[in-house]
């Protein structure tokens, strides 16, 4: 009788893993053809000069790389999309923590007016600037006449100075949504009973928040500001939905310049060499995010 059970429970045990593999197998397929050959083969075409349509193509080594690096539009690109990113994290971070503790202090509705504030992140983000499109070029000037403000009496994406800050807070707009409910779960964390005896010392709402409320989120403001810097790194569809980079580059962020060089002035192997370097900086963030969650959570 023993001997049966024994061998009835490596039957389930097998079957149980039978049954993951088959769970597993497609998208672990799926993952490798789509994501790490196509991988290995970017990298591989950043080191010749395939045109992205021509069967023959030579290898040429770094000369990609070297041509990026000597090229002023490249760099623009670059310092487009690190002022784009400093703004947007410094925009989502700032308003989405603002939001969190408003709406953790929230007493009736809560869960309605959290849901409110959640819808933006359930939009396309294409959708998203085709609205505030829109919006830029019919009520905004409207509003800037009628108050007399010059720079606003026409659209904000028509101009250099205006257009970069005005897709950076389109895409703010919608990216606060997510930040903010990690915010709201870690401002749960803490204990009420800290509060009511930094009340009973007398500490104002600034010393509360300064030496209670930072201290506990600092986990939550680690992984929201790598989530965003990654976020800002490798935005496109804002910024192409809007502008397509323009007016006179101003908003070409690198993924931008990646797809122009790739399938406008077919330089699909210059267009390689621009995705390796921005995979690069991107798994930086990536590693890092992953080592600060391993460690806050050994913590």
Known sequence: MGYK??????KKITNARLTFFAFTIIPVILYTVFYVISVINGVKYSF???????????FIGLKNYSLLFRDKNFWNSVKNT??????LVAGVIIISLILAISLNSIKRFKTLIKSVYFVPAMIGGVTIALIWDQLFYRVVPVIGKALNIGWLSKSLLMTQKTALPAVVFVQTWQAVAIPTVIFIAGLQQIPEEQYESAMIDGATSFQRFRYITMPYLLPTVTVNL?????????????????TGGGPVRSTELV???IYNDAFKNMRFSLANAEACLLFIVVAIFSLTQLKLTSKGGND
């Open 255 to 257: 993924g931008i310049l």
């Open 226 to 242: 790598v989530l965003t810097i990654k976020q800002g790194f490798t935005s496109f569809d804002f910024p192409f939905a809007l």
């Open 82 to 87: 690190v002022i784009y990113t400093v703004l």
């Open 48 to 58: 010749t000069n395939w045109d992205g349509m021509s069967a023959d193509y030579k």
């Open 5 to 10: 059970r024994s061998g009835t429970k490596k």
